[in-house]
């Protein structure tokens, strides 16, 4: 759930809140100064969030991506507790005769 959180989620959300917390610091800006038009959420540069969020998810998912796991067809052994000492995980080649059938 954490990895979801982290890869899809958060990028996508990022640039739409960053805009949000400048509306809300301008509106606060031009409270002070008295300014008749402050920033709206509608005149928001929806093209340029959208942008950057979809790129956001496309690096972050790229980053998760790289380096994780082993090449296929290798077997993956669990942590495991033996003697009372715990064996960390394994990622190891199968046999030949480990091989799915095709």
């Known amino acids: 759930m954490l990895r979801k959180l982290l890869t899809v989620v958060l990028p ?6 960053a805009w949000w917390l400048y509306l809300v ?3 606060q800006r ?6 008749p038009n ?7 540069p929806w093209t340029a969030i959208l942008l950057a969020a979809i790129l956001l ?5 790229l ?12 077997e993956y052994q669990a942590p495991s507790l033996q003697d009372g000492q715990i064996i960390p995980s394994q990622i190891g080649d199968r046999g030949e005769g480990d091989r799915l059938s095709e």
């Open 38 to 44: 402050p920033p709206a959420w509608a005149t928001a």
């Open 57 to 61: 998810l496309g690096a972050s998912l």
């Open 25 to 27: 610091i301008a509106r």
């Open 12 to 17: 996508l959300a990022a640039p739409f809140v």
């Open 63 to 74: 980053w998760f991506h790289s380096g994780r796991g082993g090449p296929a067809w290798t």
């Open 30 to 35: 031009a409270k002070r100064i008295q300014d």
